[in-house]
């Protein structure tokens, strides 16, 4: 199955429903859950390499409804970290709603920030984070976008970064259409869930495109992750 580089997912447009957006974010953290692995990843990737003696880092690019920066900030406080995560989105329909879903969380001061920006800014503030993350965001992305973002992850990133995305196969379109059935038409998961699939990248087509220091790790049938270890610093 051929990439489609040439279609928008409706979320991404400026005049999409605001309703059906609304409950596209909405839905989010019911399809992450299904489908986005994070916990397996948190376990396996993110966990070991959290400090202990001070206050952990994470910054979640891209973050969208912020359901999966409020899931690792959970995880971690449930491991006995102390925590804070960032996340960042540059479309303030996605923030506004952040904002409002983290409002009801029940969270202590400083546990999770959400800004209105894009990774270049926080390079620009020389900001560092132990583990820099990403969900669903690659696909998105032409290959100026693909690179920058990949450069800014190495300047963010103390310890580790992960871009986690689907894997392009024929059998996730079929699984996918026919799983999220019932949300056709009630949002707008089905329709660009469908559309993200076929942007996708295979595991080769990531590890082709990743720069030198990054490697692409098919997690399970569906998933990609594209990986990157800080160096070890002399005398560490």
């Known amino acids: 199955m051929q990439r489609d580089t040439i279609g928008i997912e409706e979320m991404d447009r400026p005049d999409c429903d605001p309703v059906l957006l ?79 879903a983290v409002a009801v969380a029940g969270l202590g001061p400083g546990e999770l920030e959400l800004r209105r920006a894009m990774s270049a800014e926080l390079v620009a503030e020389k900001q560092v984070f132990d583990v820099v993350i990403s969900n669903h965001v690659l696909h998105h992305l032409d290959p100026m976008q693909l690179a920058g973002i990949l450069a800014d992850s190495q300047l963010l990133a103390g310890s580790l970064a992960i871009h986690s995305d689907i894997n392009r196969r024929r059998s996730a379109l079929l699984f996918f259409g026919l799983a999220t059935a019932p949300l056709a038409g009630s949002s707008l998961i089905r329709r660009d869930g469908l559309l993200s699939i076929r942007r996708s990248y295979t595991t080769e087509e990531l590890a082709a495109l990743l720069p030198r220091g990054w490697h692409a790790h098919a997690a399970g049938l569906y998933r990609n992750l594209a990986i990157w270890h800080a160096p070890q610093r002399t005398g560490q």
């Open 22 to 100: 609304e409950r596209t974010y909405a839905q989010f953290p019911l399809v992450n859950r299904c489908v986005a692995g994070w916990r397996s990843v948190y376990l396996k990737l993110v966990r070991p390499v959290l400090p202990r003696n001070r206050t952990a880092t994470i910054l979640d690019i891209g973050c969208g409804g912020g359901d999966i920066a409020l899931a690792l900030l959970r995880w971690a406080q449930a491991d006995g970290y102390s925590v804070k995560v960032t996340g960042i989105d540059p479309d303030p329909r996605a923030h506004d709603f952040a904002i409002r």
